[in-house]
């Protein structure tokens, strides 16, 4: 007997992978497209994008490398219970502690935050990750020379009572329930 929820997944894999093959012949076609019009600058545009392809793979695999951690690691047990449905102030604390500290380019998180999604991460704790990224202890130094003292702890302080208010719209704009913390 299948599981219907291993049959959803197995449809969505296929559909978003079908959606990749025509992103790409779209852009291979816009690509040879270009290339009947203005072949020089087709030229250049493929170059800079053999350039760019070059700088991301070794970001790629950091990134491949984090998600072959995380899956060894990181069950869907201590997800569930740490910052899975139930998990409340303990999930939010994890959620803003982890994304403050959290670094590098934003990009390289989504594939790890879905992998952890789809392990039973609250929706509203992603959220309020990626809200709880643009406070930068790496920067604090710098902002309090500029700044001062009080308006950075002030900012701060902001920053992670909205992240947390983040989190928790985003869970009621997408009609799933809160749990009660």
Partial sequence: MENPAVKQQVNTRK??????????LIVAGLY????LLAPERATSALQFSVQMLKKL???????????????LLVKPSWVKSHVGQDSGLKGQAIAVVGGILSMGPIYVWYEILKELKNKGMRTS????????????PQLLPLMVHYFGWVYVL??????????????????????RPVPKS
């Fill in 15 to 24: 559909e978003s992978s079908s959606g990749a093959y025509i992103f790409l």
């Fill in 125 to 136: 704790l992603i959220a309020s990750f990626l809200y709880a990224r643009s406070v930068k």
């Fill in 57 to 71: 793979l070794p970001i790629l695999a950091v990134v491949c490398c984090f998600m072959f951690i995380n899956n």
């Fill in 154 to 175: 002030v900012l701060i302080f902001y920053l992670i009572i909205f992240s947390v208010l983040n989190g928790w719209l985003t869970e009621r704009f997408l009609g």
């Fill in 32 to 35: 040879i497209g270009a290339f």
